[in-house]
C-alpha cells in the first residue's frame, strides 16, 4: 500500500493555499507540460519539491500549469522561477506517476502530455473550490438498542434507513429528513451513531442469486495472493457480471478498492444501477465521456483519497488514483472502445494489466468473445484461464440459421425467410432485435443514368442519405449538403438510395407491420447516456416488439423476452482489408446473437448471408468461440500478424499524398538500420483521404517487443527532424500496437 492513502488536506482556495515564491529560488526541478515536445523543462523553485507536485510556470508567452518530475544538480540554461507552487493537493503519488511513466514510454507519446491525458481536464488548471466530505455515519452499540420519539415520521424513517447499514450525509440523507445534518450530529454526539470511514461502509453487501456450481467454482478459484491476470471467457448470458460482483465484494470487505473499466457503450445507468443496488453502502463513483469536468475531478479525488471504495468508469478511468487498489475488472475485454484513436493511443486493458501488476493486485478480463490478443496470454501461460460454459438461467444458447441469400429476391433487404420469422415472433408476442450495422437511410445515393454516387468532398467515403433530416452526411468527418434534387452530374431527376441503413429498415418494418410497437436503437437515436433509460425500461415494460439497431444493441444487454435476432448485412466485414476484421465480425454477431434466449423463452436467430459455408457462419452457428479463435491465431502466426509479432504504425497525413508517402520513406531508411524490424510500406491509408487530408502510413513490426521498442525510441528521437523540411502541412502520429490499418 502506498503513502499517499493518507487524507488529502482541504484547504480553502488556491490564492490562499498557492505558495508565494517570490522569495530566493535555488532548487532546480525538472518540469513536464502538456506540450507536445518529449522532454522536460527546468525551472527554479523555492524548495525541494517531489516529483507529482503541480506548479504555475511562465512557458514562452503563456502561463501553463505543469507537473514537476524530478530534480536536476545543475542545468546549462537560464533557469526562470516557479510562479507558483499549487499545493493546495498533495503531490500526485508515486504510483501514478510510474503508470504514466509507463504508458509514456511504452507508447511513445511524450510525458507532459501523458500526464495531462490522465489528469482531469480540472485538475490541469488550478481548481477554484475543494471539495467537500460527506460524513458517514452508522449505528453505533449503544444505538441499536434505541429509536427516535415515534411521533416524528421522518426521524424515524432516517433511523430506519440507519438501520439498514451506514449512511452518508448526502441526497438520500436530506431527502429522508431535510435536517438530517442536524440530526445526525445531535445522534452522534449522543453516542447513538459513530462515523465510519468510507472502507468500512464499503463492506455491506446485498444478496445476489444463489451461484451456479460453474460460478462458484470460477468465483472460489481467484487468487488474491498478489497480481495475477485471469481471463474470464464465459459464453453470453453466463453471469459473468455476477461473478465480477462477488470478486469485488471480497475486494472492499478486504479493505480494498476495486476498478472496473467497462466499454464506452455499456456504462448505462442500468449497470450503474446494478452495481448500487448490490453495494448499496459502498461510495460508488462513476467516470465516463459524459460527466462534466467538475464531477470527473470529484470522482478522481474521490478515488485518490480512498473515500470512493468502488469506480466503474470507461477507458480513461485506467489512470485513476487508487491507493488502496485491490482488483480490477475489465469487462468485454475485447472491446474495441477501449483503444484509444488519438492523441496517447493507449489501450486500457494492457495498460490495467500492467497497474495490476504494478499494486500486487488481480487482473480479471472477461468476454464471451475474448481477444485473440488474450487468447494467446492464456496460451502461453501468461494469464489463467476461467471458463463459463453454461448459461446461468435455465437458458441454452440460441439457435442459428443460416439465411443463404445468394439467389433470393429481398424485400426491403429482408428475405422472405427473415420477414416470416419477425412475423410469427410479434404473432407469438416474443420481443425481436433486427441488427444492421449502418445508420442512416442507405449507404449512398445513386444516379441511375450515369452511375454518379454521393461522394464526401473531404474524404474517400460516401455520403450517407438521412432521410430524416433531409440530407446527405459524411460519417468520418461530419459534412453534409441537401439531397440533390436531380444528377448533379448528369441532370437525372432520378436519383435512387442504394442498400440499407436503420433509418429505411425501420421505415419498411412500419409499413409492413404497421400494428408493431417499434424502436430504432443507433446513434442518432441514443445519443444521450439516459436514452438508454427509457428502452430500456420500455422493452421489461413489454411495451417493444421489435428493436432495430446498430452495435448499439450488441453490448451486454440483458433483456429477458428478447427471443428473435435477425442479423442483416454482415458480410461487409468479409471484404476488409484489416486482418482484423474477421475477429471483430464473428465477435460482433456473437454478442448479437447472445442477445436472444437470455430468460424463460428460446433464443433464435438468424443471419442473412452471401457466404453461407464460410468458416466464420459455421463456427458461428455451431458456437464454436474457440475453435474460431484457433484458426484465426494459426492463420495469424504463418501470415505473421500479431499477436504472433508486435506492431506499430507510423501515420502521416498532408494535404498532398506525395508529402506524407516522402516522409514515410525517409523514415523507412533510418528504420532498414533495425535488423530485427521489418518495415512495410508506405502505403495510402485504406482510407486515404480525410478531412481534406491525404493519408499515408508505415508499418513496423518485430516478432519481439524488445526490438520493436528500441527502434521505436530511436525513430521518435529524430522523427520531428526528418518531418521538418516537410513544413507544417505535414502532422504524424505513432500508433503502438494499432487495432486498425
Ligand atoms: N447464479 C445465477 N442464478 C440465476 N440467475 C443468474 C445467475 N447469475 C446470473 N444470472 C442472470 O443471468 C443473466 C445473464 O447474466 P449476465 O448479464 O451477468 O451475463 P454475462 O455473462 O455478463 O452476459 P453477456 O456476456 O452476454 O453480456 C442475467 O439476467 C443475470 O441476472
Ligand atoms: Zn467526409
Given at each position: 500500500?502506498?503513502?499517499?492513502?493518507?487524507?488529502?488536506?482541504?484547504?480553502?482556495?488556491?490564492?490562499?493555499?498557492?505558495?508565494?515564491?517570490?522569495?530566493?529560488?535555488?532548487?532546480?526541478?525538472?518540469?513536464?507540460?502538456?506540450?507536445p515536445l518529449d522532454?522536460?523543462?527546468?525551472?527554479?523553485?523555492?524548495?525541494?519539491?517531489?516529483?507529482?507536485?503541480?506548479?504555475?510556470?511562465?512557458?514562452?508567452?503563456?502561463?501553463?500549469?505543469?507537473?514537476?518530475?524530478?530534480?536536476?544538480?545543475?542545468?546549462?540554461?537560464?533557469?526562470?522561477?516557479?510562479?507558483?507552487?499549487?499545493?493546495?493537493?498533495?503531490?500526485?503519488?508515486?504510483?501514478?506517476?510510474?503508470?504514466?511513466?509507463?504508458a509514456a514510454r511504452y507508447y511513445h507519446y511524450p510525458?507532459?502530455q501523458t500526464?495531462?491525458t490522465?489528469?482531469?481536464?480540472?485538475?490541469?488548471?488550478?481548481?477554484?473550490?475543494?471539495?467537500?466530505?460527506?460524513?458517514?455515519?452508522?449505528?453505533?452499540?449503544?444505538?441499536?438498542?434505541?429509536?427516535?420519539?415515534?411521533?416524528?415520521?421522518?426521524?424515524?424513517?432516517?433511523?430506519?434507513?440507519?438501520?439498514?447499514?451506514?449512511?452518508?450525509?448526502?441526497?438520500?440523507?436530506?431527502?429522508?429528513?431535510?435536517?438530517?445534518?442536524?440530526?445526525?450530529?445531535?445522534?452522534?454526539?449522543?453516542?447513538?451513531?459513530?462515523?465510519?470511514?468510507?472502507?468500512?461502509?464499503?463492506?455491506?453487501?446485498?444478496?445476489?442469486?444463489?451461484?451456479?456450481?460453474?460460478?462458484?467454482?470460477?468465483?472460489?478459484?481467484?487468487?488474491?495472493?498478489?497480481?495475477?491476470?485471469?481471463?474470464?471467457?464465459?459464453?453470453?448470458?453466463?453471469?459473468?457480471?455476477?461473478?465480477?460482483?462477488?470478486?469485488?465484494?471480497?475486494?472492499?470487505?478486504?479493505?480494498?478498492?476495486?476498478?472496473?473499466?467497462?466499454?464506452?457503450?455499456?456504462?448505462?445507468?442500468?449497470?450503474?444501477?446494478?452495481?448500487?443496488?448490490?453495494?448499496?453502502?459502498?461510495?460508488?463513483?462513476?467516470?465516463?465521456?459524459?460527466?462534466?469536468?467538475?464531477?470527473?475531478?470529484?470522482?478522481?479525488?474521490?478515488?485518490?483519497?480512498?473515500?470512493?471504495?468502488?469506480?466503474?468508469?470507461?477507458?480513461?478511468?485506467?489512470?485513476?488514483?487508487?491507493?488502496?487498489?485491490?482488483?480490477?475488472?475489465?469487462?468485454?475485454?475485447h472491446d474495441g472502445s477501449f483503444k484509444q484513436q488519438d492523441g496517447l493511443r493507449y489501450h486500457a486493458r494492457d495498460l490495467?494489466?500492467?497497474?495490476?501488476?504494478?499494486?500486487?493486485?488481480?487482473?480479471?478480463?472477461?468476454?464471451?468473445?475474448?481477444s485473440l490478443e488474450s487468447v494467446a496470454a492464456?496460451?502461453?501461460?501468461?494469464?489463467?484461464?476461467?471458463?463459463?460454459?453454461?448459461?446461468?438461467?435455465?437458458?441454452?444458447?440460441?439457435?442459428?440459421?443460416?439465411?443463404?441469400?445468394?439467389?433470393?429476391?429481398?424485400?426491403?433487404?429482408?428475405?422472405?425467410?427473415?420477414?416470416?420469422?419477425?412475423?410469427?415472433?410479434?404473432?407469438?408476442?416474443?420481443?425481436?432485435?433486427?441488427?444492421?450495422?449502418?445508420?442512416?437511410?442507405?449507404?449512398?445515393?445513386?444516379?441511375?443514368?450515369?452511375?454518379?454516387?454521393?461522394s464526401c468532398p473531404h474524404c474517400a467515403a460516401r455520403?450517407?442519405?438521412?432521410?430524416?433530416?433531409?440530407?446527405?452526411?459524411c460519417h468520418h468527418c461530419?459534412?453534409?449538403?441537401?439531397?440533390?434534387?436531380?444528377?448533379?452530374?448528369?441532370?437525372?431527376?432520378?436519383?435512387?438510395?442504394?442498400?440499407?441503413?436503420?433509418?429505411?429498415?425501420?421505415?419498411?418494418?412500419?409499413?409492413?407491420?404497421?400494428?408493431?410497437?417499434?424502436?430504432?436503437?443507433?446513434?442518432?437515436?441514443?445519443?444521450?447516456?439516459?436514452?438508454?433509460?427509457?428502452?430500456?425500461?420500455?422493452?421489461?415494460?413489454?411495451?417493444?416488439?421489435?428493436?432495430?439497431?446498430?452495435?448499439?444493441?450488441?453490448?451486454?444487454?440483458?433483456?429477458?423476452?428478447?427471443?428473435?435476432?435477425?442479423?442483416?448485412?454482415?458480410?461487409g466485414g468479409l471484404y476488409s482489408a484489416d486482418f482484423r476484421a474477421e475477429e471483430r465480425l464473428f465477435a460482433?454477431?456473437?454478442?448479437?446473437?447472445?442477445?436472444?434466449?437470455?430468460?424463460?423463452?428460446?433464443?433464435?436467430?438468424?443471419?442473412?448471408?452471401?457466404?453461407?459455408?464460410?468458416?466464420l457462419?459455421?463456427?458461428?452457428?455451431?458456437?464454436?468461440?474457440?475453435?474460431?479463435?484457433?484458426r484465426l491465431l494459426e492463420e495469424r502466426a504463418s501470415a505473421g500478424y500479431p499477436p504472433a509479432v508486435f506492431q506499430a504504425l507510423l501515420r502521416a497525413d498532408a494535404p498532398e499524398l506525395d508529402t506524407a508517402m516522402a516522409f514515410l520513406r525517409e523514415v523507412r531508411q533510418y528504420a532498414a538500420c533495425h535488423g530485427d524490424v521489418l518495415s512495410l510500406g508506405p502505403a495510402p491509408a485504406s482510407m486515404a483521404r480525410l478531412a481534406g487530408r491525404e493519408r499515408a502510413q508505415l508499418l513496423l513490426q518485430a516478432e519481439r517487443r524488445a526490438p520493436l521498442h528500441a527502434a521505436l525510441s530511436a525513430l521518435c528521437s529524430g522523427l520531428d527532424d526528418w518531418a521538418r523540411p516537410f513544413g507544417s502541412a505535414l502532422r504524424w502520429s505513432l500508433d503502438v500496437d494499432p487495432q486498425e490499418l
Amino acid at each position: 500500500m502506498n503513502s499517499s492513502a493518507k487524507p488529502l488536506p482541504h484547504k480553502a482556495s488556491l490564492p490562499a493555499s498557492a505558495t508565494d515564491v517570490s522569495a530566493t529560488p535555488r532548487v532546480i526541478v525538472q518540469v513536464a507540460f502538456d506540450v507536445p515536445l518529449d522532454r522536460v523543462f527546468d525551472y527554479l523553485a523555492p524548495r525541494p519539491l517531489p516529483a507529482g507536485v503541480r506548479v504555475l510556470a511562465q512557458f514562452g508567452p503563456r502561463k501553463l500549469v505543469g507537473v514537476v518530475v524530478g530534480q536536476a544538480a545543475a542545468s546549462p540554461h537560464q533557469l526562470r522561477p516557479l510562479l507558483a507552487v499549487l499545493d493546495e493537493l498533495p503531490p500526485l503519488p508515486d504510483d501514478w506517476l510510474a503508470l504514466t511513466r509507463f504508458a509514456a514510454r511504452y507508447y511513445h507519446y511524450p510525458l507532459g502530455q501523458t500526464l495531462f491525458t490522465a489528469l482531469p481536464t480540472a485538475l490541469r488548471n488550478p481548481p477554484r473550490r475543494t471539495l467537500a466530505l460527506p460524513p458517514v455515519y452508522a449505528l453505533s452499540e449503544a444505538g441499536a438498542a434505541w429509536q427516535p420519539p415515534a411521533r416524528a415520521a421522518r426521524q424515524l424513517a432516517l433511523w430506519a434507513r440507519l438501520r439498514q447499514g451506514p449512511l452518508a450525509l448526502d441526497d438520500e440523507a436530506r431527502a429522508l429528513h431535510p435536517q438530517a445534518g442536524k440530526l445526525l450530529r445531535e445522534w452522534l454526539a449522543a453516542g447513538w451513531l459513530a462515523q465510519v470511514t468510507p472502507a468500512q461502509a464499503a463492506m455491506t453487501v446485498s444478496p445476489g442469486p444463489a451461484l451456479t456450481d460453474e460460478q462458484r467454482e470460477v468465483v472460489d478459484g481467484l487468487s488474491w495472493a498478489g497480481f495475477s491476470a485471469t481471463l474470464l471467457d464465459g459464453i453470453t448470458g453466463s453471469g459473468k457480471t455476477e461473478v465480477y460482483l462477488q470478486w469485488i465484494a471480497q475486494a472492499l470487505a478486504a479493505g480494498r478498492q476495486a476498478l472496473v473499466l467497462v466499454p464506452e457503450i455499456n456504462l448505462t445507468p442500468q449497470l450503474e444501477a446494478r452495481f448500487r443496488a448490490r453495494f448499496p453502502h459502498t461510495p460508488t463513483v462513476c467516470l465516463h465521456s459524459n460527466l462534466a469536468d467538475g464531477a470527473r475531478a470529484q470522482a478522481w479525488l474521490a478515488a485518490w483519497e480512498g473515500r470512493a471504495r468502488l469506480v466503474i468508469g470507461t477507458r480513461l478511468a485506467v489512470f485513476t488514483p487508487l491507493p488502496e487498489l485491490g482488483l480490477i475488472v475489465v469487462d468485454e475485454e475485447h472491446d474495441g472502445s477501449f483503444k484509444q484513436q488519438d492523441g496517447l493511443r493507449y489501450h486500457a486493458r494492457d495498460l490495467a494489466v500492467w497497474r495490476a501488476q504494478q499494486a500486487g493486485a488481480p487482473v480479471v478480463l472477461g468476454s464471451a468473445t475474448p481477444s485473440l490478443e488474450s487468447v494467446a496470454a492464456v496460451q502461453a501461460g501468461r494469464y489463467r484461464h476461467a471458463r463459463l460454459t453454461r448459461r446461468a438461467s435455465a437458458a441454452a444458447l440460441p439457435q442459428i440459421h443460416l439465411l443463404d441469400i445468394r439467389r433470393q429476391l429481398l424485400d426491403e433487404g429482408l428475405s422472405a425467410a427473415a420477414w416470416q420469422a419477425l412475423a410469427d415472433g410479434l404473432a407469438a408476442g416474443e420481443t425481436s432485435l433486427v441488427f444492421i450495422n449502418r445508420r442512416g437511410w442507405a449507404p449512398v445515393l445513386a444516379c441511375v443514368d450515369c452511375g454518379w454516387l454521393s461522394s464526401c468532398p473531404h474524404c474517400a467515403a460516401r455520403l450517407v442519405l438521412h432521410w430524416h433530416d433531409r440530407r446527405l452526411q459524411c460519417h468520418h468527418c461530419g459534412h453534409h449538403e441537401a439531397i440533390p434534387h436531380a444528377c448533379p452530374s448528369c441532370g437525372n431527376p432520378d436519383l435512387k438510395p442504394l442498400g440499407q441503413g436503420t433509418q429505411r429498415i425501420e421505415a419498411a418494418l412500419r409499413r409492413q407491420f404497421p400494428q408493431a410497437r417499434i424502436a430504432r436503437i443507433d446513434r442518432d437515436t441514443v445519443s444521450r447516456r439516459d436514452a438508454w433509460a427509457e428502452i430500456d425500461r420500455q422493452v421489461r415494460a413489454g411495451e417493444l416488439d421489435i428493436l432495430v439497431g446498430t452495435q448499439m444493441l450488441a453490448k451486454g444487454h440483458d433483456f429477458p423476452s428478447l427471443s428473435r435476432v435477425v442479423a442483416l448485412n454482415a458480410d461487409g466485414g468479409l471484404y476488409s482489408a484489416d486482418f482484423r476484421a474477421e475477429e471483430r465480425l464473428f465477435a460482433l454477431l456473437t454478442q448479437v446473437a447472445g442477445r436472444a434466449g437470455r430468460g424463460a423463452l428460446p433464443g433464435q436467430v438468424w443471419v442473412q448471408t452471401q457466404f453461407p459455408d464460410h468458416p466464420l457462419y459455421l463456427a458461428l452457428r455451431e458456437h464454436d468461440v474457440a475453435g474460431f479463435a484457433q484458426r484465426l491465431l494459426e492463420e495469424r502466426a504463418s501470415a505473421g500478424y500479431p499477436p504472433a509479432v508486435f506492431q506499430a504504425l507510423l501515420r502521416a497525413d498532408a494535404p498532398e499524398l506525395d508529402t506524407a508517402m516522402a516522409f514515410l520513406r525517409e523514415v523507412r531508411q533510418y528504420a532498414a538500420c533495425h535488423g530485427d524490424v521489418l518495415s512495410l510500406g508506405p502505403a495510402p491509408a485504406s482510407m486515404a483521404r480525410l478531412a481534406g487530408r491525404e493519408r499515408a502510413q508505415l508499418l513496423l513490426q518485430a516478432e519481439r517487443r524488445a526490438p520493436l521498442h528500441a527502434a521505436l525510441s530511436a525513430l521518435c528521437s529524430g522523427l520531428d527532424d526528418w518531418a521538418r523540411p516537410f513544413g507544417s502541412a505535414l502532422r504524424w502520429s505513432l500508433d503502438v500496437d494499432p487495432q486498425e490499418l
